[in-house]
């Protein structure tokens, strides 16, 4: 039923929760909440299936994808098996392939899925959990009060209005909150931008390895190559936003080009086509604040983003929503939505974040790119594979601390190393 001209539709009833935007961090946080009983509506922008960036999961995600019951359904699915990354340094011509492990508590693989479809796989499971999902709806504005919040959103055009308890913001790079009642805090270095497409037909490596994502780092950034199901694959290009402000030309002419500078990438491609149009995507690094608030918390992109390298997105999405939804449903149980009471959240965040930033900022130096891609022991090599893997929400033990400390230990007498020899330290952060 419309509204008349003028008046906003509520939406009935006061809701347990509000949550914004329907990517992984939303549908996760809903399905949680919802199958723990709660009473939640989400609101999302776009219609689904929507295109997405971020094709590359992480293994330690599939336990997440199990508590919430869609483990199953994305199995069935036919994403692309992926049991490992490849990284190719081609200052060195270096090249490293890390499997991921047997022996943790996440299964020694993952998957490369076209994000509209697994966006929309999530979000269909949290409404038929009781999510009640809102779509082409996108919120205008929040306004907290002592006994709950009210939101304000359009649809069609019309407006909507609805109340809740709690609101989590999931609105993505969008972040709603930070936007309204805090600020983003941009990353200057990391100031990248990334040109992407889809090709059919281009180079599969045979058997375990045909899923594998590979990482080209070259003189002018980086490329991902993403092999997807059914022969789709998807090509990255992250590189400075200088370097695209520079370029005279096109965009996909500046595309070509970086295609054509990174000879194992060209090399990859021939025969393939291809059958998307480039998207651009710039300024992903950011922390926005505040996390958590008197009725309020974010999860997944609206709470950061520092860098795409290890493909942590999508993890840090669904972890943020997981450990939200607990929170969220403690404050539910007892009444109390203080700011204070959330503490504990922000604090498994940012100490699951810390080290996966301090990895994205020293990965960028060639000294430390150089002993990451050769780690000397099983030890190490086991303390890299937990962080690539998406361990660092579990509480890591003091072994693999350590292993990390002795890795960064390397680097630094790398570096020094590297100096004496007159080759280049300096960070490729300036990319
Ligand atoms: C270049 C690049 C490459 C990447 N590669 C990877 C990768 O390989 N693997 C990986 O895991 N991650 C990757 N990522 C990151 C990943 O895409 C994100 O971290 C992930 O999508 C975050 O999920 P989210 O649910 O927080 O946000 P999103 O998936 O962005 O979802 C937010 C949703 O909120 C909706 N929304 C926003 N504002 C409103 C509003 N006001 N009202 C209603 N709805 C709203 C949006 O429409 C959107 O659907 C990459 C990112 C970049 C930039």
């Not at 038929?128 to 939101?151: I, W």
């Not at 491609?269 to 996390?291: C, D, K, Q, W």
């Amino acid at each position: 039923m419309s509204a008349p001209a003028g008046h906003a539709a509520a939406v009935p009833g006061v809701h347990d929760v509000i949550v914004v935007g329907g990517g992984p961090a939303g549908s996760t946080t809903g399905a949680f909440l919802a199958r723990a009983g709660r009473r939640v509506l989400l609101f999302e922008r776009e219609p689904f299936p929507r295109f997405h960036v971020g094709e590359s999961l992480l293994p330690a995600t599939l336990p997440i994808l199990e508590r919430m019951g869609a483990l199953a359904t994305v199995a069935e699915r036919g994403f692309q098996v992926k049991y490992g990354a490849t990284f190719h340094d081609q200052e060195s011509d270096f090249q490293r392939t890390f499997y991921f492990l047997t022996n943790k508590p996440w299964p020694s693989y993952s998957y490369q899925v076209r994000r509209a479809d697994f966006d929309a796989l999530l979000l269909e499971h949290a409404a038929k959990h009781g999510v009640d999902v809102r779509q082409r709806a996108t919120v205008e504005s929040v306004a907290f009060d002592a006994d709950g919040v009210s939101v304000s959103a359009r649809r069609d055009g019309l407006p909507i209005t609805a109340r809740a308890r709690f609101l989590v913001d999931a609105s993505g790079r969008d972040g709603l909150i930070a936007t309204k009642l805090g600020h983003r805090e941009r990353i200057p270095n990391l100031g990248k931008v990334a040109l992407f497409a889809h090709f059919r037909g281009a180079g599969r490596l045979p058997g375990r390895d045909e899923g594998n994502i590979f990482i080209y780092v070259f003189q002018d950034g980086w490329f991902w190559w993403i092999p997807l199901a059914n022969d789709l694959t998807s090509l990255g290009c992250v590189m400075h936003a200088r370097t695209v402000r520079g370029w005279p030309g096109q965009l996909d002419e500046l595309y070509a080009e970086m295609i054509r500078r990174c000879p194992r990438v060209a090399h990859r491609l021939v025969g393939g086509e291809r059958v998307t149009e480039i998207h651009r995507v710039a300024n992903f690094s950011y922390m926005n604040e505040p996390l958590v608030g008197d009725r309020f918390l974010a999860v997944g992109d609206a709470i950061a983003f520092v860098d795409p390298i290890f493909s942590i997105g999508v993890h840090i999405a669904m972890q943020t929503g997981e450990l939200a939804a607990r929170a969220v449903d403690r404050a539910l149980e007892d009444g109390r939505f203080m700011a204070a009471r959330f503490a504990p959240y922000q604090r498994t965040v940012e100490r699951g974040l810390g080290p996966l930033f301090r990895f994205i900022h020293k990965y960028y130096e060639p000294a430390f790119f150089e002993v990451f891609l050769r780690p000397k022991t099983r030890w190490v090599l086991e303390a890299v594979l937990s962080v690539l893997s998406g361990g660092t929400f579990m509480r890591m033990g003091w072994g693999t601390r350590l292993a990390l400390a002795v890795l960064f230990a390397a680097a630094r007498m790398n570096l020094w190393a590297r100096r004496r020899a007159g080759r280049p330290v300096e960070s490729r952060l300036e990319w």
